[in-house]
Nanobody
Framework: VQLQASGGGLVQPGGSLRLSCAIS????????RRWYRQAPGKEREWVAS???????NYADSVKGRFTISRDIANKMLYLQMNSLEPEDTAVYYC?????????WGQGTQVTVWGQGTQVTVSS
């Protein structure tokens, strides 16, 4: 089983991105499909899960902004991310949990730039 994540990029605060994860190989025994992320200097954290036919769960930090979904026929997993914030900047990883082991994709970078603030120094 191999996972290939894509869809990351550079976006301004308030923007949206849709991450995709292509799953190749056998999908037998899948118990859950998940997204994780890892920000610079921080541990990897769970973001969202899709369990069974329709059960979804989200970390509090993304609830109401992110939506996890799957396309079984095409072996795809998605993460729709709206209202992005600078704190969402991280490498995002897709994961599938099977009865035998966990599988991980290689990660896709999401960078949310702050709008910045003008600093003027005047004598």
């Amino acid at each position: 089983v191999q996972l290939q994540a894509s869809g990351g990029g550079l976006v301004q605060p308030g923007g949206s991105l849709r991450l995709s994860c292509a799953i190749s190989g056998s999908t037998n025994g899948i118990r859950a499909r998940r997204w994780y992320r890892q920000a610079p200097g921080k541990e990897r954290e769970w973001v969202a899960s899709h369990v069974g036919s329709s059960t979804t769960n989200y970390a509090d930090s993304v609830k109401g902004r992110f939506t996890i979904s799957r396309d079984i026929a095409n072996k795809m997993l998605y993460l729709q991310m709206n209202s992005l914030e600078p704190e969402d900047t991280a490498v995002y990883y897709c994961n599938i949990n099977t009865v035998w082991k966990d599988y991980w994709g290689q990660g896709t970078q999401v960078t949310v730039w702050g709008q910045g603030t003008q600093v003027t120094v005047s004598s």
